[in-house]
């Protein structure tokens, strides 16, 4: 059964529509990340769960029951802010109490609840202090804790690491994961973070332009991106698109001519095609690799180079103007400013049709 | 932030209700009163007649008015200037972080929260003739004492004196506030471009503080022209009505004349001068900031 | 911070000003002081023998047996602190809700409260005193009290003090099933404490301070606070018991404001600051 459904959920603020009839379904323990670029209407997605913001239209399920029209306390959601939003002035116990006690818990129960999430996010010692004497990454936890006590059938986490710096990001990013084994409950989060996303999530929501681009897992979402959005949203560096029609022929796969000249055999199917259509081929660095002259699909002059120590980036310049990104290894000789022979591998290419819809090589065959 | 019905909407208003209530009958409603008394003739046990403008036709011709309105102006002219010089020239002094200066900052303060009524008293016995500490220092000089507070020409200024005193310590928090704002790094600058003190103090301190200068003079005005402890208990407007303010000239007006309708037109008449000046603070303050 | 060099002392001419000034502000108020501990006999005729012993504190032991000092003592202390709380509670209400609530009018009510900052209290005095009459307030302490309630300072402080306060803690409370009263009450007040203290302390000075009104509201001596009391020894000195006697109750009378002044010095010097940069 699914955990958390969105039908139709749409939304404006005056004239601006910034969620246009969303529908989204959440499995039981899933953990779904919001990617998108900013302004595409994440937290305004996760605001309208929790009950912080008014949907104009559109209904919001958890666990079987509509929860939009109940007040943010009585949904059975729990939120951590990007900033925290610890109460300043109560100690990290009262802290996490403060939502239990007005929900009317039991004393014993919330000592016990509280001991015991202080015990998993190890903040024991920190109980009787106040959120202004701690760390950022001791924050950040008892945030955590303070959803965690509440028992809720669903976390909604707003950047959840963004305020941290690159050490904690990562350690903070583990324990993420394994809260999720703990807790019976499914999991939302807000991210620009690409990388976080795709080591975090079960599934990701891509969102832009008021709209949900695509939802899959993250494989699914790199190797087959729904639109030429997406492929270029997912991966770094971003997917090469270059402008290609469609050839003539009798072929399976749709060959495609590049405008430069240069012809490439893809495995994308050709029923659906149009010959001569405009296509853009989509092409991961990884590709398109570096070829003796003979050997190579295109000539180009070498614009950046960019060595991340087990493999390099080659950002070239086509004799049209068109820039393309290969890979090389760790060791590249490659300097900017030579010439090089570029390979292209057909066999992954990408095409996306005119409209932006992405055609994936069959993987079949 | 979120709509919630008509109960939670109204939970809002609740909660300035209170406030609200009070505004309303105890400030608004009186000034409202205010307006309508003035047209009439009223004494204060509530006898009443309409007589249009009558009140402020005798008030234009009114030479107790016309004295009154002439030793205010005069006043606020001893007071605003001198204290405004002098509370930027102490901030300026004191605007460092030292002990020394936070003493002398309290010491410079410490007469702003006596009442006006301590502040004449201590000043009386400063000022007569016949106890003050001035006459002691004269007669231990072999002079004669001056006769602060009974000669015509001595009044003015000794009730300005007294002021200066008392309300040094509010415009030098002000500039000091006003002088944390601007940034060390414009003075580093200057430093770095050979200016002078005088150079630093009139092309960056006095273009930055230039808010905070038009505030203090504005609200000085506002309070100088409605001077009345000062004048009242020091020399009761004599001699001759030579420090009669135009707050005293109500207060008598309607205290000792029982004259309510042509007191309130007074007080009208002193409103409408305090509001010229506010707005022509509003009206500087915004437009410097357009053309800057 | 500083003009020139924030951490170096004066220089010297400057020193030298500013003792001759510091001086200028402390010699009358010590002057005060001397007279005070004077006997009445020993400064009649001769104030200058205040410059020299013998002191006694006779004038002080007076004043603890008067009666009506005590009484306006008393009356100053009941105004002043039923003022403060009285402009804390209205103030912290309305102030939340204009920076946190969705109610009718919310704008357009706010406006009419900031007009109160362009009111002078002589607009208004006259015919609230007639206002008062009709209602029997006057020699009363709601008479003395409830004028100082309409500020709208206070309204406008504090409103601007709930708006600083991050809207993610309404948020988290929201979720955490709190009230709008329990939001208030639990989660923002405790947050405003630092600009209750502010706002308690300057209104508290001036509600101490206040001559104008408690002048002409409390015309029996019973119910004048010690502003106006002083006011009316002052004025009738010759007749009261004498010179010593009249400086130590100013003395008596600035000793409180003076003690709240040195204990909440940091509030009024924030509170100067927040004016100025409004
Ligand atoms: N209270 C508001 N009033 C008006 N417009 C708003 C409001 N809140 C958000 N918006 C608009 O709604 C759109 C979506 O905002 P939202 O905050 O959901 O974006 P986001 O995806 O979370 O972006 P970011 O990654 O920058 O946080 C934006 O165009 C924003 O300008
Ligand atoms: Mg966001």
Sequence with gaps: MASLALKDVHKSYGDTLVLDRVSLEVAARELIAFLGPSGSGKSTLLRIIAGLETADGGEVWLEGRRIDALPPGDRGVAMVFQHYALYPHMTVRENMAFGLRNAGVPKPEIDARIAQAAHVLEIEAQLEKKPGQMSGGQRQRVAIGRAIVKQPKLFLLDEPLSNLDAALRTRTRVELAQLRQRVDAALIMVTHDQAEAMTLADRMVVLNERRIQQVGTPMDIYARPANAFVARFVGSPAMTLAPATVMPGNDRFARVRLAGGAEVMTRVPRNGLVDGAPVSLGLRPEHVSLAPAEAATLQAEVILVERLGDRTFVYACLADGLEMIAQDIGSSAVRVGDRVGLRIDGDAAHLFEADGTGRHADAAT | ?292 | MSATSPRAGLSGPVLALLLVGAAVMLTPMVWTLLLSVKSNAALLGDSGAALSPPYTLDNYRAILADRLTSRWLLNSLIVSLGTTAGVLVLSSLAGFAFARLEFPFRRSLFLFVLLGLAIPEQAVILPRHQLFATLGLHNSYPGLILPGLTGSFGVFFMTQYFRAIPRDLDEAALLDGASRLRLFWSVLLPLTIPAQATLGVFTFLASWNDYWWPLISATTSDYYTLTVGLASAQMNYAQTSGLGFLMAQAVFASVPILIVYIVFQKQIVRAMAGTAVR
């Design chain 2, 1 to 292: 932030m979120k709509s919630g019905g008509a109960p939670r909407r109204l939970e809002g208003l609740a909660f300035v209700a209170p406030f609200l209530l009070l505004y309303g009958v105890v400030l608004i409603w009186p000034l409202l009163m205010g307006i309508g008394i003035s047209f009439h003739r009223a004494d204060l046990f509530g006898a009443r007649e309409w007589i249009g403008l009558g009140n402020y036709a005798t008030a234009l011709a009114d030479p107790v008015v016309h004295q009154a309105i002439g030793n205010t102006l005069l006043l606020a002219l001893l007071i605003v200037p001198p204290l405004t010089a002098l509370a930027l020239l102490l901030a300026l002094a004191l605007n460092r972080a030292t002990r020394g200066a936070a003493v002398f900052r309290g010491i410079f303060f410490s007469s702003s929260v006596l009442s006006v009524t301590i502040v004449t008293l201590i000043w009386r016995f400063i000022l007569t003739p016949d106890a003050g500490l001035l006459a002691v220092a004269a007669d231990a000089l072999g002079r004669e004492p001056l006769p602060f507070l009974s000669d015509q020409a001595l009044v003015i200024p000794a009730i300005a004196i007294t002021t200066i005193w008392w309300s040094l310590g509010f415009p030098i928090m002000l500039f000091l506030a006003g002088l944390q704002q601007v940034p060390a790094d414009v003075y580093e600058a200057a430093a770095l471009d050979r200016a002078g003190r005088w150079t630093t103090f009139r092309h960056i301190t006095l273009p930055a503080i230039r808010r905070t200068l038009l505030l203090v003079v504005m609200l000085q005005t506002v309070g100088q022209l409605q001077l009345f402890g000062q004048a009242q208990l020091l020399t009761g407007g004599g001699p001759g009505g030579g420090s009669r303010t135009i707050v005293l000239a109500i207060f008598e007006v309607a205290f000792g004349r029982w004259e309510l309708g042509y007191a309130t037109a007074l007080a009208e008449i002193l409103f409408a001068m305090i509001l010229v000046v506010t707005l022509l603070q509003y009206w500087l303050v915004t437009r410097r900031e357009d053309a800057g």
